[in-house]
């Protein structure tokens, strides 16, 4: 457990400290010679009977130092409030109560000090002030108890309410959580080097893991670990322990800073906070004040932004955003305090939201539903709050790095939230009842777009996710149709979506002209035809066939080859059978365009791009200026048929086209065979 001091200056909490350890925590000379607790100050008690270790943090009391107080509050679980009883109540009582109040510190003990100074009606007075100046806070039910540090009178009962205490200290809610240390302290051992000194926040550690000091983001590696001056296998959550790191340079660290798991390395100058300010304030928080903010140990200039510009009242609380001058390690749910721009009074403070909040915030209704979930200091009930204001779904990854939870804890809480996780990173968590949701509205456009446009290949996906899942990231809707696709309700091709066996040629009106086509483009064989060329031989409007090809190609049963030439993929599979037989027959392997050019009796150009389309099929493979099989054509193009008895010819060349053969002139005749060189159009 571990305790901190509080109180205004020379109200004995130094001395109490004494009393129950042992340890003057007063380390300074200046220190010694003031009479004053200037830093923190650090000593260790063991309970009686079960021993367990309380570590003791003794915080000055004056006010120009309540920046050194604050330092040390961060992380604790316990707190002695001490009010002297000759002074009672004093300036910095009340300060130091207003930073508890705001750290949400609800475990502790009011002590009343000095008690062999005055008479034991002055003592009840003074008792009397405490419980009422604590009765609005959330440390109304603590004890109030009088001691005396010199006459020892009380201090049992002190001892007895710190190990029940000490006793009763549950750590709920760390397990699955990755280490976390905030540092308050930095000096250099000889022969050991650079000591950090802090409070272990989450998770565990020991020597020999390899770290991070953050938000700098230097790698460290932990060489030794004490507690209460002793070697320690481990430090854990809930304990002060002084880590021996290498890697880091004692002018590379300083209080403030964290060392931390590398997946928790993530500094951010921006966060979603819920902010309260002090009803002890004379004026509203106006949007863009200067504040200094202090989180964890450390102390940063920082920004307050309130939405549209409002203010905040005195004793109100409100979300906004803290603009950071310098990165800082934070997590949700972690604690801040705010001081004005001189850093003479606390003024609010209250809990982190979202760390990596957003510059823009495009729905703050939405928003602040989804930062009022966040609130929740229990992760799994934050996401189940969250899941359900976040159409979009909760990126996981973000979530899980928020709470500080590692893989295995956040898939357990995505289960139990009966969430289907969509992606690797980011993790998008989405009910399971929403993704059946979106996949039935799927199907269902799906099979109206089909029969409203038999014609069109499918729907574009970016239209998909518009129609059917509007709040989804363009990035995750994919991931959903990769699913349907992965359970066979749908078939996706390129940026396009479809039911599974549709064919945007098996219409009525495509089928006419498929009957049309292919016979032409059967008797072209090897040699081929234009678009030009095919609509005028097929009489077709060569839009219209353009259109009909390139869905027609989609289906396999034909192949474009060039922008202007689609051919059968029984035409290249045989085109292929003549390429596998001519590297079969090369002791190589290798073949020349030239030779499968003699073979098929077509032009040298006609035959380097059928070859080409080959290369792009996967089947042939160029190497310089010749090729090899790559792989098998039958299961890309189909077993070949057997070649007509006379190899096809190409129309005669034009004046533009040296290298091409006879074009045809009109129609040919449905069945006719490309066999005859000057065949009747």
């Known amino acids: 457990m571990i305790v901190a001091t509080a109180g205004h200056i020379d109200h004995g909490k130094t001395a109490l400290v004494k009393a129950l350890t042992g340890v003057d925590t007063d380390r300074l000379p200046e220190e010694k010679e003031r009479g004053i607790s200037i830093d923190l100050g650090f000593a ?159 998770g565990a550690a020991a020597a020999g893991d390899k770290l991070m000091l953050s938000p700098a983001g230097i790698d460290v590696r932990v060489r030794g670990i004490q507690k209460d001056g002793k070697t320690a296998a481990q430090a854990i959550a809930g304990e002060r322990c002084a880590l021996n790191l290498t890697g880091v340079d004692l002018a590379d660290a300083a209080r403030g800073d964290w060392v931390v798991s590398p997946v928790l390395h993530t500094p951010t100058q921006r966060m979603d906070v819920r902010l309260r300010l002090l009803e002890s304030e004379a004026r509203p928080l106006k949007h863009w004040t200067p504040v200094h903010l ?15 510009g409002g203010e905040i009242r005195p004793g109100e609380s409100a979300l906004a955003q803290l603009i950071i001058d310098k990165p800082v390690a934070a997590l949700n749910g972690d604690r801040f305090i705010i001081r004005d721009q001189s850093a003479l009074r606390t003024i609010g403070g209250g809990a982190v939201l979202d760390p990596y909040a957003h510059r823009q915030r495009r729905d703050p209704e939405l928003r602040a539903a989804q930062l009022d979930a966040l609130g929740n200091a229990d992760p799994a009930q934050a996401l189940g709050a969250l899941q359900a204001c976040s159409p979009a779904g909760v990126d996981l990854s973000w979530f899980g790095r928020i709470f500080n939870l ?87 091709s390129g940026s396009v979506a479809r039911l599974p066996r549709h064919v945007a040629t098996d219409n009525p009106a495509d089928e006419r002209i498929w009957q049309r086509v292919q016979p032409v483009l059967d008797a072209a064989g090897f040699g081929g035809l234009t678009l030009a060329e095919l609509a005028s031989a097929a009489a077709i409007k060569e839009s219209l066939l353009k259109d009909f090809l390139h869905r027609k190609a989609k289906t396999g049963e034909v192949v474009r080859v060039t922008p202007e030439r689609f051919y059968l993929r029984g035409t290249l599979a045989r085109f292929a059978a003549i390429a596998d037989a001519v590297s079969r027959a090369a002791p190589d392997g290798r073949f020349s365009a030239a030779q499968v050019r003699d073979r098929t009796d077509i032009g040298r150009t006609r035959a380097i791009e059928i070859l080409e389309c080959l290369d792009r099929l996967g089947i042939t493979q160029r190497i310089g200026d010749v090729r090899a099989l790559r792989k098998d054509f039958v299961p890309i193009l189909g077993a070949a048929t057997q070649q007509p008895a006379t190899p096809a010819a190409a129309p005669p060349a034009s004046p533009s086209a040296p290298d091409a053969r006879a074009r045809p002139k009109a129609n040919v005749r449905p069945g006719a065979r490309s066999g005859h060189r000057n065949f009747k159009l």
């Not at 309410?161 to 240390?181: V, Y």
């Not at 409203?452 to 991931?479: D, M, V």
């Open 44 to 202: 260790y008690w063991r309970t009686p009977g079960d021993k367990r270790t309380v570590g003791f943090v003794d915080v000055p009391g004056h006010e120009r130092f309540v920046r050194n107080m604050l330092a040390g509050v961060c992380g604790i679980d316990y707190v002695m409030f001490v009010v002297a009883a000759d002074d009672g109540v004093m300036p910095q009582t009340i300060e130091h109560l207003h930073i508890l109040e705001l750290l949400s510190v609800k475990r502790g003990v009011a002590v009343i000090t000095k008690i062999d100074r005055v008479s034991p009606q002055r003592v009840d007075e003074v008792a009397a002030s405490v419980r009422s100046l604590l009765a609005p806070t959330g440390l109304a039910a603590i004890d109030v108890l009088p001691v005396s540090a010199i006459s020892g009178a009380g201090m049992e009962s002190l001892r007895s309410a710190l190990a029940a205490s000490a006793r009763t200290l549950g750590r709920e809610g760390q397990q699955g959580r990755n280490f976390r240390f905030a540092v308050d302290r930095v000096f250099s051992v000889a022969g050991s080097g650079t000591v950090v000194t802090g409070t272990v926040f989450n």
């Open 294 to 308: 202090h989180h964890g140990a450390g102390d940063v200039t920082a920004r307050i932004s309130i939405r549209r």
């Open 406 to 492: 590692d893989d295995g804890h956040l898939a357990t809480l995505a289960q139990r939230n009966a969430l289907v996780v969509i992606g690797k990173e980011p993790r998008i968590g989405l009910p399971h009842a929403a993704v059946e949701a979106i996949k039935t509205n799927i199907r269902q456009a799906l099979a109206r777009f089909h029969a409203e446009t038999p014609q069109a290949l499918g729907i574009e996906i970016a239209a998909l996710r518009k129609q059917c899942a509007p709040n989804q990231a363009a990035a995750t809707f994919p991931i959903l149709l990769r699913l349907l696709a992965d359970e066979k309700h749908i078939e996706l």
